[in-house]
């Protein structure tokens, strides 16, 4: 089992600048597939951003590509960030950290490719 906790959320102006960050704990001694998802008021969970269990390997969605950057601090990826720039008031959600042992994913941007989940941080982009 391995547990995972975000920070960073908070309440920024559009344009802006947030950095999150998903630490892992527990089973840690195996190098994960680390991912982050937001879910917006009244809408499904959607994938932003992945890393491969090596840390070489970074994934974005479209919607948010060239303005927001995954990376790990270490070769395990027990501590993740995702840094977001040029923020919008669409960027407004609960971002959560997943994490599996799975290193080859079959849908890197299905919820259920990932086995363990952070309970998430709020950020709100103000217009």
């Known amino acids: 089992q391995v547990q995972l906790v975000e920070s960073g959320g908070g309440l920024v102006q559009a344009g802006g600048s947030l950095r999150l960050s998903c630490a892992a704990s527990?089973?840690?001694?195996?190098?994960?597939?680390m991912a982050w998802f937001r879910q917006a008021p009244g809408k499904e969970r959607e994938w932003v951003s992945t890393?491969?269990?090596?840390?070489?390997?970074?994934?974005y969605a479209d919607s948010v590509k060239g303005r927001f950057t995954i990376s790990s601090d270490n070769t395990k990826n027990t501590v993740v960030n995702l840094q977001m720039n040029i923020l919008t008031p669409e960027d407004t959600a609960v971002y959560y950290c997943?994490?599996?042992?799975?290193?080859?994913?079959?849908?890197?941007?299905?919820?259920?490719?990932?086995?363990?989940w952070g309970q998430g941080t709020q950020v709100t982009v103000s217009s």
């Open positions: 527990g089973r840690t001694f195996e190098p994960y597939t």
């Open positions: 890393i491969s269990s090596n840390g070489r390997n970074l994934y």
């Open positions: 997943a994490a599996t042992l799975i290193q080859s994913l079959a849908d890197r941007r299905n919820e259920l490719s990932y086995d363990y």
